[in-house]
């Protein structure tokens, strides 16, 4: 197997995007964005997203470091544009600045138009410099709360000054961040109003999520589910929301918050299915490739790439794997066991 610290300076014959066909799914979508899991380690235990004694993978089973970066290099020769670095947590990967180091060739040759993260925001007071150093523009920071208590309570074991004092580093370093928070019932709905003046009053966009039904926590997703139709209904007796024609291919139906010029956006995988122009797929630690997030159906490039050294091998595998991405996906939350998806978000990448 190869080790992280094999990293070398070489190129690979993928780095140039000249040549192979785009991706193109069943339903003529171009594949554009990949985003990649590092690691399904987190530093954090977000009471919606995993268990709080969570039995994470063993090192042999993920992608080396090396392995992601020749994953990506396929990607980007078959047409993809946008590489979103994810866990987990992706930070706390172990020399985890060696793969933005040598992804960040794909942008200074123009094969890559963007290279970002989402992150807890845990370790950016120790990256950010460097991450915006090597070309990445922007960055999406998960956070629920304002509430140093409460933020406590959600992650089990989170420090809020730690988090916004990494914001502020992102901030400091000329990244451009976007507050993703997930609207949960009886926790945070009565702060989100607040939150949006928080992160526009400080040029930062914001995000809301509904509670996705991936994995077996303890609690009970239904008691965390609040619809973002309700959570819209409530925000809209105080700000004045103008839909916007952004599209990105993703999950987002963005407004305009007249009130402070800044842009929201809302993600609703359970009360509104927003598949339609998906141009997304996302590679777990283990190299599995999800073309949904939604459905169980994947495809393993690990067992190819590590079988040959040969990039077209690999790149045959997922052009196979983008003819099996559905329409869409199903998710369903219910009072019962098992959850929709029985895989992990922290496993898929958030």
């Known amino acids: 197997m190869l080790d992280d610290s094999s990293l ?3 190129a690979s014959a993928v780095d140039a995007p000249a040549g192979p066909a785009p991706l193109i799914d069943p339903f003529q979508r171009a594949i554009s964005y990949l985003r990649i899991s590092v690691t399904d ?5 977000c009471a919606y997203c995993m268990s709080e004694h969570m039995e994470f ?3 042999r089973d993920l992608l080396t470091l090396e392995e992601l970066d020749r994953l990506c290099g396929v990607f980007i020769a078959r047409g993809v544009r946008k590489l979103r670095i994810t866990g987990g947590e992706p930070l706390v990967r172990r020399d985890i600045m060696h793969l933005f180091r040598r992804l960040s060739r794909h942008l200074d040759s123009g094969a890559l138009e ?17 991450l915006a150093s090597l070309g990445v523009r ?3 920071v998960s956070l629920d709360t304002l509430d140093p208590d409460k933020f406590r309570e959600i992650t089990r074991r989170g420090d809020l000054k730690v988090v916004l004092d990494g914001i502020a580093a992102a901030r400091a370093a000329g990244m451009k961040v976007k507050i993703n928070a997930v609207a949960l019932r009886d926790v945070n709905a009565d702060e ?3 939150m949006i003046a928080w992160a526009h009053g400080l040029g930062m966009d914001m995000t809301l999520i509904e509670v996705m039904p991936l994995g077996e926590i303890e609690a009970d997703r239904t008691d965390q589910f609040l619809p973002l139709s309700v959570a819209r209904q409530r925000l809209e007796t105080r700000y004045t929301l103008t839909p916007l024609p952004d599209r990105t291919g993703g999950p987002a139906r963005y407004v305009r918050v ?4 800044g842009k929201l956006g809302f993600i609703t995988p359970l009360t509104h299915n927003f598949c339609e122009s998906c141009n997304r797929v996302r590679l777990t630690c283990t190299g599995q ?6 459905q169980e159906d994947s495809a393993d490039l690990r067992a190819v790439l590590r079988a040959s050294q040969d990039d077209s091998v690999l790149a045959a595998a997922v052009v196979e794997a983008i003819t099996r991405k559905p329409k869409g996906h199903d998710f369903v939350i219910e009072r019962q066991r098992p959850a929709a998806v029985p895989r992990h978000m922290s496993v898929t990448g958030g």
Request: charged share 25%.
């Open 192 to 194: 989100i109003p607040d």
């Open 114 to 130: 963007e290279l970002t993260l989402t992150t807890n925001g845990t370790q950016l007071t120790r990256y950010a410099d460097e």
């Open 41 to 45: 380690r987190c530093d954090l235990r």
């Open 8 to 10: 070398t300076p070489q």
């Open 138 to 140: 922007r960055i999406n």
């Open 258 to 261: 007249e009130e402070t010029g």
């Open 289 to 294: 490739l999800y073309m949904c997030l939604g």
């Open 57 to 59: 993978l063993p090192k």
